[in-house]
């Protein structure tokens, strides 16, 4: 099963992704926790991808899809479920899905488009906090953690995103409208699209979720 989870920042994409991955055997392929990762290790990768994070831009499509290529070819063979969570972004990354799936014999199964008013995004992305070792993701009202302000898992203070700084989030959703949005299409023709009302509780967007994917099966 290969799902492609598309939406605009702060939609909900990666808390779904997580609860699905937990549920099922499912691998989660973020892009934005990985690049995350390769500034966090300083990696060559990591550096040059630092800015365009920082401004709210893309990364350009050639390094985003190598790092995909390297995680799908990297998992173990018995692996055949992925959860692509913010990749693809671009028609030209599609595009290179498509071919690494079509090298692997297999094909997307699903893209599903969560899709919110974007007033509410930005309220959701200021009340976000991340834990800086393992990537967990909080809210300040609508996921606390338990213990006041500390991963679950790993027990360290969590921080904001720098990239979820007002004006960056707005230049995040432009993006978004001009770049991204045209997947939709890309996946509508193909009879593969399906859509969320990402605006509600996070157990209602989960449902509906479990549902679609439970289709697929
Ligand atoms: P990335 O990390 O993918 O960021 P994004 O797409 O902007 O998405 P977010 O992580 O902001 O939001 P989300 O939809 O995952 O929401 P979340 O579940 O956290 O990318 C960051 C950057 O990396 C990009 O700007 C780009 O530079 C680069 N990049 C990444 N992939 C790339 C690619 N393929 N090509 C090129 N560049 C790439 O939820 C948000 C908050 O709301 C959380 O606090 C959460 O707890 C809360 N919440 C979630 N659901 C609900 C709900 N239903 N009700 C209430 N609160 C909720
Ligand atoms: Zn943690």
């Given amino acids: 099963m290969f799902i492609v989870f ?14 699905l991955a937990a549920k ?17 290790e300083k990696t060559v990768l990591g550096e040059r991808a630092k800015s365009f994070m920082e401004r709210g831009e893309l990364v350009p499509d050639a390094l985003v899809i190598d790092l995909v290529n390297e995680k799908v070819t990297g998992t173990p063979k018995t692996t055949n479920s992925f959860i692509f969570d913010g990749f693809p972004r671009t028609i030209e990354q599609a595009k290179e899905l498509d071919h690494l799936l079509a090298t692997k014999g297999v094909q997307i199964s699903m893209a599903i488009d969560f ?3 974007e007033e509410e995004r930005v309220s959701r992305l200021s009340g976000r906090r991340m834990c800086p070792k393992c990537q967990r993701t909080y809210h300040i009202r609508f996921a606390k953690p338990k213990n006041d302000n500390l ?3 790993c027990n360290v203070p969590l921080i904001q995103r720098s990239d979820d700084d007002e004006a960056v989030i707005r230049q995040r959703s432009s993006v978004y409208w001009d770049l991204t949005r045209p997947l939709l299409d890309f996946y509508r023709q193909r009879n593969l699209l399906q859509t969320i009302d990402a605006s509600r509780s996070i157990d209602l967007v989960f449902k509906d979720l479990d549902k679609l994917v ?3 099966k």
């Fill in 6 to 19: 598309i939406g605009p920042p702060g939609v909900g994409k990666g808390t779904q992704a997580n609860m």
């Fill in 115 to 117: 899709s919110m008013d």
């Fill in 151 to 153: 991963c679950d898992v």
């Fill in 214 to 216: 439970s289709k697929i």
């Fill in 24 to 40: 099922y055997p499912m691998v989660k392929i973020s892009t934005g926790d990985l690049l995350r990762e390769a500034i966090k």
